[in-house]
């Protein structure tokens, strides 16, 4: 009698995974690590036209996406996320929260509408894409959450004071959420970047760059599949006893810095 081959640890066939701010950057390295893993991607941002562009690319190279628009500032396009991804796929199983608005701006020159447009986007559309999310996992028996935050949270930088602030909140609610949603088998975790080449690095002048690869202990940036080989971690049956943990993934700049 032979003995079934078991399972690999990172293996996510079958799986359906939600990537929001999906369309270039972290978020789309992450989907395609994903997708390589073997799940189906959602490719997720603002803009039709941009989530059909990276799906197709996606298709092309063999892998399994879609692409469909999201707005998580509107809370009516989430609902219509959740309604979307119940009808076509039965429901959801990973989720990884990754779109953002990064306001570079002092705290003296955060003005309360980008107070208001940062929080609906960085935390509250984050809460609620997670809340949907939840719904979606429930009958399947369990899910993933991973939201990216940021070292920021950790050691905050001038010109980041609000950007700090709610990525600091968002560790706090992927905490709460591991809490109350563990016993319905869905697993909540962060994953807390460092400097990585986006366009948010690309707003750092050359000399600033060079000052933070010089503090970093392995010498270099992060490139986005770094992050996403921490995302799949967190989303694979291999993390399965982790849940309300904040992964950071920085080279070592943050214990540089202490």
């Keep these: 009698m032979s003995t079934p081959t078991p399972r690999h640890p990172f293996d996510l066939t079958g799986q359906v995974a939600l990537v929001t701010g999906s369309t270039m950057g972290i978020g789309e390295a992450t989907a395609r690590v994903l997708a390589q893993a073997g799940a189906h991607v959602v490719i997720s941002s603002r803009k039709p036209e941009d989530c059909e562009r990276v799906a197709s690319a996606f298709r092309a190279e063999g892998l399994s996406a879609e692409g469909r628009a999201c707005h998580i500032g509107r809370l009516e396009d989430i609902a219509a996320m959740g309604e979307h991804l119940q009808a076509t796929h039965g429901g959801l199983d990973i989720l990884v929260n990754n779109a953002v608005l990064s306001p570079l701006r002092s705290i003296d020159d955060t003005e309360p509408g980008l107070f208001t447009k940062a929080v609906e986007v960085n935390l509250r559309g984050y809460w609620y894409l997670s ?95 770094d992050i996403g080989h921490a995302v799949l971690y967190l989303s694979s049956p291999g993390a399965a006893f982790v849940t309300g943990a904040s992964l950071v993934v920085d080279g070592g700049l943050t214990i540089a810095s202490l």
């Design 131 to 225: 809340l949907e999310a939840t719904k979606r996992m429930k009958p399947r028996g369990g899910g993933r959450i991973v939201n990216i935050a940021s070292i920021a949270a950790l050691h905050p930088d001038r010109n980041l004071g609000l950007y700090s602030t709610l990525k600091t909140a968002l560790i706090g609610m992927s905490r709460s959420f591991a809490l109350e949603y563990g016993a319905f088998g869905i697993r909540v975790n962060t994953v807390m970047p460092g400097l990585i080449k986006t366009k948010l690095a690309d707003a750092y002048d050359p000399e600033q760059q060079a000052r933070t690869i010089a503090r970093t202990p392995v010498g270099r940036l992060g490139e986005g599949e």
